[in-house]
């Protein structure tokens, strides 16, 4: 390894290989609050959604849907009800799977259901894809900054994290450990979590909220 390789030598790399994918990329302070260009909605860094690129997306991948079905299914995204993060986690996964059950009112003024799409499965090229490093988030007087953290439709469907891979004693396995002392640290961030990503540098390793280490995987990239 280069004699003054650092972390953030490691951040650059992924966000490039990340680019190459299609994702659009941008640095925590460039989308913070009041800042120009910024897209975040709390000050204190609370929040984890980007709240625009979700309604845009959901006006988007519904066409057919009236405005105030589109409203009610981005409202219950930002307020997953359940007991728990693993449970929250999960009520939000059949959302994105199945979609989010929403009513509105015909113009004959009966009520009508139906399921607001989240993300395309199936054309994914409609989906907004960003990848942001450094991104701060503050719950409960805890403040963290995650390495990388990777958006679909304002949604925060992953997070990476990254040890130097100059330092013999930061390992793929402290960057997994790091990620589940978040899952305590600032839960909020991992409600809509799909997927976990840790990496030395050397190897890398992708797991799901709530597993164990035994259960993260060797990241294979396609050929």
């Known amino acids: 390894m280069p004699a003054g390789f650092a972390e953030s030598d490691a951040e650059e790399a992924g966000l490039g290989w990340l680019e190459t994918l299609g994702y659009t990329v941008k640095h925590g302070p460039e989308i913070a609050y009041n800042v120009d260009g910024g897209e975040r909605t709390d000050p204190g860094y609370h929040d984890t959604i980007l709240q625009n690129r979700l309604h845009r997306a959901l006006s988007r991948l519904n066409p057919g849907l ?18 728990n993060l693993i ?4 009520a939000l996964h059949r959302m994105l799977v199945d979609g989010v059950n929403v009513e509105y009112t015909r113009s004959d003024g009966s009520i009508a259901g139906a399921q607001a799409q989240v993300v395309d499965f199936e054309r994914p090229e409609r ?18 900054r995650a390495d990388i953290v990777i958006f679909v439709n304002g949604l925060p469907l992953g997070v990476v994290e990254l040890k130097n ?3 013999e004693g930061a390992t793929v396995w402290n960057a997994v450990q790091q990620l589940e002392n978040y899952q305590t640290l600032i839960p909020a961030l991992f409600t809509y979590n799909a997927a976990l990503i840790a990496s030395d540098g050397a190897q890398a390793r992708i797991g799901a909220l709530g597993a164990g280490k035994e ?9």
């Open 127 to 144: 989906d907004d894809w960003l990848a942001v490093n450094q991104f701060t988030i503050v719950e409960e007087q805890q403040s963290r």
């Open 165 to 167: 891979p100059a330092d």
């Open 87 to 90: 449970a929250r986690n999960r």
């Open 66 to 83: 009236p405005a105030a079905a589109v409203f009610d299914a981005y409202h219950k995204l930002l307020r997953v009800e359940a007991p």
């Open 215 to 223: 259960w993260f995987k060797p990241w294979r990239q396609r050929p």
